[in-house]
C-alpha cells in the first residue's frame, strides 16, 4: 500500500531553489521520524537528511548540509525538504520514507514508498 506520495520537483539551474513535499497517509504520522533519499541515475540509493518525529532534530549528509533543509508539519502529515544552491550533482529522484536511515543505511525501495519526484539541475 502505498503511503507516501511525493512533489515539487522540476528543472531548476545551478544555484536556484526547490521546495519538495511529502503527503503520508496510512500511519501515525506523528510517531514517525522521516528520511529523504534520492537516487541518481545509475547509482545506488543516497540517504539525504532525517527529522525526529517533533522535528526536535535533524541529520543531513555532509553533500547538502547547509544547502537542504528538513521540515515538517504534523497537522498536515507533511514532510518537507528545501532545497538552496543547488549543484547539477543534486539531479536525481527524491524519495521520502518513514523511520530512521542515515549514512551508513542500506537502502532500497519499500512496498510503503511513493513514485518519487524528480530534480533536474542543468543550465
Known amino acids: 500500500e502505498r503511503q507516501l506520495v511525493e512533489s515539487g520537483g522540476g528543472l531548476v539551474q545551478p544555484g536556484g531553489s526547490l521546495r519538495l513535499s511529502c503527503q503520508a497517509s496510512g500511519f501515525p504520522f506523528n510517531n514517525y521520524g522521516m528520511t529523504w533519499v534520492r537516487q541518481a541515475p545509475g547509482k545506488e540509493f543516497e540517504w539525504v537528511s532525517y527529522i525526529t518525529p517533533g522535528s526536535s532534530s535533524t541529520e543531513y549528509a555532509d553533500s547538502v548540509r547547509g544547502r537542504f533543509t528538513i521540515s515538517r508539519d504534523n497537522a498536515k502529515n507533511t514532510v518537507y525538504l528545501q532545497l538552496n544552491s543547488l549543484k547539477t550533482e543534486d539531479t536525481a529522484m527524491y524519495y521520502c520514507?518513514?523511520?530512521?536511515?542515515?549514512?551508513?543505511?542500506?537502502?532500497?525501495?519499500?512496498?510503503?514508498w511513493g513514485p518519487g519526484t524528480q530534480v533536474t539541475v542543468s543550465s
Open positions: 520514507a518513514k523511520g530512521y536511515y542515515n549514512a551508513d543505511s542500506t537502502i532500497s525501495p519499500q512496498d510503503y
